[in-house]
T-cell receptor, first 115, second 111 residues
Framework: DTEVTQTPKHLVMGMTNKKSLKCEQH?????MYWYKQKAKKPPELMFVYSYEKLSINESVPSRFSPECPNSSLLNLHLHALQPEDSALYLC??????????????FGSGTRLTVV | DAKTTQPNSMESNEEEPVHLPCNHSTISGTDYIHWYRQLPSQGPEYVIHGLTSNVNNRMASLAIAEDRKSSTLILHRATLRDAAVYYC????????????FGKGITLSVRP
């Protein structure tokens, strides 16, 4: 298995809703990442997990809450989002931590719309 | 991370080679040069990376200048499926090295 699987592929949520994005990989990678991508813009790093511990938080608002239950799973819990949070949310993974020696494998993303 | 400069866009013809340039004049001696591409409606895809020597894989070749201040991603025979945004990214080898995307270059392939 050489894929990163993200679910759901599309999500529409109201500003008062609570929802979660899920990401799964079975490549034995020990680093996992969340990125946010607005239309026509490059992806922006949000969070980095290394060996199931949060190692980087790029000053992301607390309405986004990441969780890494085990080495294969990464969740992003969403609460009280704003319409400007509508974007493509991408998950990625890499071997042995966020080292420059390894490439990242990305999922296809969850297209989130906040109404 | 050090900065890279890429043209905004480039056009090529199908089945011809494509050379995508990237300037990184402030690269440090230990920075790796990574290339990713993003096809429409998909997540980014790792293409290739290198440090000093030229690199080849099944997708592309990476030619790195001797002074490492520039590099070129080479697609040997462009196909319509290669139309994408290509990102050239420098990464330091530190424990918390980040993959930070710039604007990238949009490659269009003409049939």
């Amino acid at each position: 298995d050489t894929e990163v699987t993200q679910t759901p592929k599309h999500l529409v949520m109201g500003m008062t809703n609570k929802k979660s994005l899920k990401c799964e990989q079975h490549m034995g990678h020990r680093a996992m990442y969340w990125y946010k991508q607005k239309a026509k813009k490059p992806p922006e790093l949000m969070f980095v997990y290394s060996y199931e511990k949060l190692s980087i938080n790029e000053s992301v608002p607390s309405r986004f809450s990441p969780e890494c239950p085990n080495s294969s799973l990464l969740n992003l819990h969403l609460h009280a989002l704003q319409p400007e949070d509508s974007a493509l949310y991408l998950c990625a993974s890499s071997q042995e931590g966020p080292s420059a020696v390894y490439g990242y494998t990305f999922g296809s993303g969850t297209r989130l719309t906040v109404v | 991370d050090a900065k890279t400069t890429q043209p905004n866009s480039m056009e090529s013809n199908e089945e011809e080679p494509v050379h995508l340039p990237c300037n990184h004049s402030t690269i440090s001696g230990t920075d790796y040069i990574h290339w990713y591409r993003q096809l429409p409606s998909q997540g980014p895809e790792y293409v290739i990376h290198g440090l000093t020597s030229n690199v080849n894989n099944r997708m592309a070749s990476l030619a790195i200048a001797e002074d490492r201040k520039s590099s070129t991603l080479i697609l040997h025979r462009a196909t319509l499926r290669d139309a994408a945004v290509y990102y050239c990214i420098l990464r330091d080898p530190g424990a918390n090295s980040k993959l930070t995307f710039g604007k990238g270059i949009t490659l269009s392939v003409r049939p």
